[in-house]
């Protein structure tokens, strides 16, 4: 069992409620050194970072991410330096350090990817991602393609319930490609390909929504599908699926990849709509309204096409 603080929580875990900037998270791993009482330097025990197996009983959110800085799986092999990046806690009002507006952003990053990067050596690698902005709160203004409710994954301790499981969420930048996503039932394949393949991901956690936001839920994000949107997060490389498969950014990519890079906003801190009708709205003018806080889903529903309000 991870070591617990006397309130419970595990150590590591409390860090990242203030959240970790890149220089932060550097000293809690590597040596793993922190400053002792007697002022001098003592390593933590365990490594925030490491990878764990489940204990049985776990049957929420709360008691998975109380213990469980990585998260854990019944056998103990992921990434734990990636699953402890998903799991930080960046603040509620993070100001982004750029926002990415275009593919064009997303290529640029893909392409200065460390090639080295694979599916388990994402601690290896950090201080090169780190000068990519890994760690910090970036932006990105788009169109919502999809919205959708994901399966079991190691950093919410393999749990399946709703309220214990990620929101997985699609970012484009094709307005056109947007308002397609809106007549779900008359999409062609070939326009269901291209939402997948052309959307960013960015990822709501179960516990950053519980703690700071309880107003995300699946339909108040859902509800704004086809419209503009304006996302603030953690930026983070998923490298689990820097592969070909997964990650259209690949060259030599296949052609059932379904994502535009492996670069997210994870955990996400802001999601808000834009509710001006006709005229989009840009980073820092007027219309932007969080969702799940009553206006925003009612302007946006007003001014978007019919087909989106009965999107089930």
């Not at 764990?52 to 854990?72: I, K, R, V, W």
């Not at 100001?95 to 997303?106: E, G, I, L």
């Not at 709501?204 to 603030?232: H, N």
């Not at 990849?257 to 840009?282: M, Y």
């Amino acid at each position: 069992m991870p070591a617990k603080t006397s309130g419970g929580k595990a150590g590591p875990a409390a860090l990242g409620a203030a959240g970790l900037a890149p220089l932060a998270i550097a000293l809690v791993v590597g040596n793993a050194l922190i400053p002792s009482g007697g002022g001098g330097l003592k390593p933590i025990s365990p490594d925030p970072t490491a990878p764990a197996q489940c204990e049985e009983g776990l049957e929420n959110s709360e008691e998975c991410h109380s213990g469980y800085p990585t998260g854990c799986s019944p056998t103990g092999k992921y990434d734990g330096y990636l699953n402890f990046l998903k799991n930080q806690h960046p603040p509620r009002n993070s100001v982004p350090v750029k926002f990415f507006t275009s593919a064009t952003d997303y290529q640029d990053l893909d392409s200065r990817t460390p090639s080295e990067l694979a599916k388990s050596n994402h601690l290896d690698l950090r201080d090169q991602l780190a000068t990519m902005g890994e760690g910090q709160p970036h932006g990105v203004i788009g169109y919502l393609y999809y919205a959708k409710q994901e399966g079991a994954e190691s950093s919410n301790c393999e749990l399946t319930a709703p309220d214990d499981t990620d929101f997985h969420i699609g970012i484009g930048f094709d307005k056109g490609l947007a308002a397609a996503a809106l007549k779900r039932s008359s999409q062609t394949a070939a326009q269901k390909n291209a939402l997948k393949q052309t959307a960013v991901v960015v990822e709501m956690t179960p516990q950053y929504r519980s703690d700071f936001a309880p107003e995300w839920t699946l339909a108040a994000v859902q509800a704004v599908v086809g419209r503009q949107v304006k996302v603030v997060g953690q930026l983070m490389a998923d490298n689990e699926h820097n592969v070909p498969k997964d990650n259209c950014g690949l060259a030599g990519h296949g052609p059932a990849c379904w994502r535009a890079s492996i670069w997210e906003l994870h955990p996400v801190t802001s999601f808000q709509v834009c509710t001006l009708k006709d005229a989009g709205c840009t980073a820092d003018g007027p219309g932007w309204v969080e969702i799940g806080q009553g206006e925003a889903v009612e302007n946006a529903a007003t001014s978007a096409p019919a087909a989106a309000q009965s999107r089930n």
